[in-house]
């Protein structure tokens, strides 16, 4: 097998599965990209067996302590593995995140569940290049009739993978409904969002709903309505939900309407809604804010770090004398500390006062991996306002 040999002090010594090119000591065995290789250290003790991509920066990661190839037998206990876990902690056994990369054991590889449709993300050249493979053993150990490649992801290129979607197994499903959370859901998994829809948000969806019981709720960056419902079903006396895709309106009317909830629906960017507001007059008693990510590289975390700041400044002028504000951010590369620091900094701006009421993650099928700080990405506060002594 061909492999590497790392430099003292790389961070795979240290518990981390990533190996960057400027880590690498020594390639030898010529491997070509998406095989698999061991990794060695400088006294040729084997550290386990990764897969391989010149082209990428991260030049090798790790999936196995072991020799391992990537054959069949590894995947079937791959994915069994992880429908074990995530059973024994009583996530839906029927929409759900199959398999999530690095925190699974499978670098690159995404999967989701939706009843009979399971849809697949392949961000690597080694999971690509076995993703038939894959899809034949997603639809034997889980037993779902359609495998659905939703190859379409920017994070393909950083690897020198085109973008492809299509149907892999089974045939092209219809538009259905889905029951996430509690919640129904109009699914079209070939032209949707992503793998299908945020599935690392439905446990905040439930902890977040009793908050806005009788309240008058701000749901911002809506994308398909999902809090702006749960908050309605939770009791909410007003729910307003602002979105800037156009694309998501008629999404976020009709999970309304399947949920038998009413919703106030602005198609607006909200920066510029939340300003409006502000001018107006306006206070509400709970205001949602689930942005994109502010950022994808290290280079724009001052401007994400701006962005977030503003954007609480704004929220914190709107909320009632003891509103409550629950942010989130999705971006990798803002710390929990960072981010939490923006709100403390727009919080004084707006000379409010504020509580932490409830801090939120990601779902847990979503593991975070302690020695991979990267597989913990999801951060969201719950503030309370109250006057100063």
Same mark, same amino acid.
């Given at each position: 097998?061909?492999?590497?040999?790392?430099?003292?002090?790389?961070?795979?010594?240290?518990?981390?599965?990533?190996?960057?090119?400027?880590?690498?000591?020594?390639?030898?065995?010529?491997?070509?990209?998406?095989?698999?290789?061991?990794?060695?250290?400088?006294?040729?003790?084997?550290?386990?067996?990764?897969?391989?991509?010149?082209?990428?920066?991260?030049?090798?990661?790790?999936?196995?302590?072991?020799?391992?190839?990537?054959?069949?037998?590894?995947?079937?206990?791959?994915?069994?593995?992880?429908?074990?876990?995530?059973?024994?902690?009583?996530?839906?056994?029927?929409?759900?995140?199959?398999?999530?990369?690095?925190?699974?054991?499978?670098?690159?590889?995404?999967?989701?569940?939706?009843?009979?449709?399971?849809?697949?993300?392949?961000?690597?050249?080694?999971?690509?290049?076995?993703?038939?493979?894959?899809?034949?053993?997603?639809?034997?150990?889980?037993?779902?009739?359609?495998?659905?490649?939703?190859?379409?992801?920017?994070?393909?290129?950083?690897?020198?993978?085109?973008?492809?979607?299509?149907?892999?197994?089974?045939?092209?499903?219809?538009?259905?409904?889905?029951?996430?959370?509690?919640?129904?859901?109009?699914?079209?998994?070939?032209?949707?969002? +992503? =793998? /299908?829809?945020? &599935? !690392?948000?439905?446990? %905040?969806?439930?902890?977040? $709903?009793?908050? @806005? +019981? =009788? /309240?008058?709720? &701000? !749901?911002?960056?809506? %994308?398909?309505?999902?809090? $702006?419902?749960? @908050?309605?079903?939770?009791?909410?006396?007003?729910?307003?939900?602002?979105?800037?895709?156009?694309?998501?309106?008629?999404?976020?009317?009709?999970?309304?309407?399947?949920?038998?909830?009413?919703?106030?629906?602005?198609?607006?960017?909200?920066?510029?809604?939340?300003?409006?507001?502000?001018?107006?007059?306006?206070?509400?008693?709970?205001?949602?804010?689930?942005?994109?990510?502010?950022?994808?590289?290290?280079?724009?975390?001052?401007?994400?770090?701006?962005?977030?700041?503003?954007?609480?400044?704004?929220?914190?002028?709107?909320?009632?004398?003891?509103?409550?504000?629950?942010?989130?951010?999705?971006?990798?590369?803002?710390?929990?500390?960072?981010?939490?620091?923006?709100?403390?900094?727009?919080?004084?701006?707006?000379?409010?006062?504020?509580?932490?009421?409830?801090?939120?993650?990601?779902?847990?099928?979503?593991?975070?991996?302690?020695?991979?700080?990267?597989?913990?990405?999801?951060?969201?506060?719950?503030?309370?306002?109250?006057?100063?002594?």
């Amino acid at each position: 097998m061909p492999g590497i040999i790392i430099r003292p002090r790389a961070r795979i010594l240290h518990g981390h599965d990533w190996v960057y090119s400027s880590e690498v000591l020594k390639i030898y065995g010529n491997p070509k990209d998406g095989e698999v290789i061991s990794i060695k250290d400088g006294r040729d003790r084997m550290l386990g067996s990764a897969i391989y991509q010149s082209q990428s920066q991260i030049i090798a990661r790790r999936f196995s302590y072991q020799r391992q190839e990537l054959d069949r037998e590894f995947f079937v206990r791959r994915v069994q593995r992880a429908q074990e876990y995530r059973d024994r902690i009583g996530m839906d056994s029927s929409v759900r995140r199959v398999l999530w990369s690095e925190s699974d054991g499978v670098p690159g590889l995404i999967i989701d569940r939706y009843n009979s449709v399971a849809v697949m993300q392949t961000l690597t050249l080694a999971m690509d290049q076995r993703r038939d493979l894959i899809a034949e053993v997603v639809k034997e150990v889980l037993g779902v009739e359609t495998i659905i490649e939703r190859n379409d992801s920017v994070s393909r290129k950083l690897e020198g993978l085109e973008i492809r979607t299509g149907v892999l197994l089974g045939e092209t499903p219809k538009e259905q409904e889905v029951m996430i959370g509690g919640m129904i859901f109009l699914m079209d998994f070939l032209q949707g969002q +992503k =793998t /299908g829809f945020y &599935l !690392d948000q439905v446990t %905040n969806y439930r902890d977040l $709903a009793p908050w @806005a +019981k =009788t /309240g008058r709720v &701000l !749901d911002c960056f809506s %994308n398909q309505g999902a809090f $702006a419902i749960a @908050a309605a079903r939770a009791g909410a006396y007003e729910v307003i939900a602002v979105e800037s895709g156009a694309e998501n309106i008629p999404r976020i009317k009709a999970h309304a309407h399947a949920n038998g909830v009413t919703i106030g629906i602005i198609g607006a960017n909200v920066f510029d809604h939340l300003s409006q507001a502000t001018r107006r007059g306006e206070k509400y008693d709970l205001i949602i804010l689930d942005p994109p990510p502010f950022t994808r590289v290290k280079k724009g975390i001052n401007d994400a770090l701006r962005g977030y700041r503003e954007l609480h400044f704004k929220a914190a002028q709107l909320l009632a004398p003891n509103g409550r504000l629950a942010t989130f951010s999705c971006s990798h590369h803002i710390s929990a500390a960072a981010f939490h620091h923006t709100a403390i900094e727009a919080f004084h701006d707006a000379r409010r006062s504020a509580r932490q009421r409830h801090i939120f993650t990601q779902s847990p099928d979503h593991p975070i991996v302690l020695a991979l700080p990267e597989t913990e990405y999801l951060k969201g506060y719950l503030f309370e306002m109250f006057n100063s002594f």
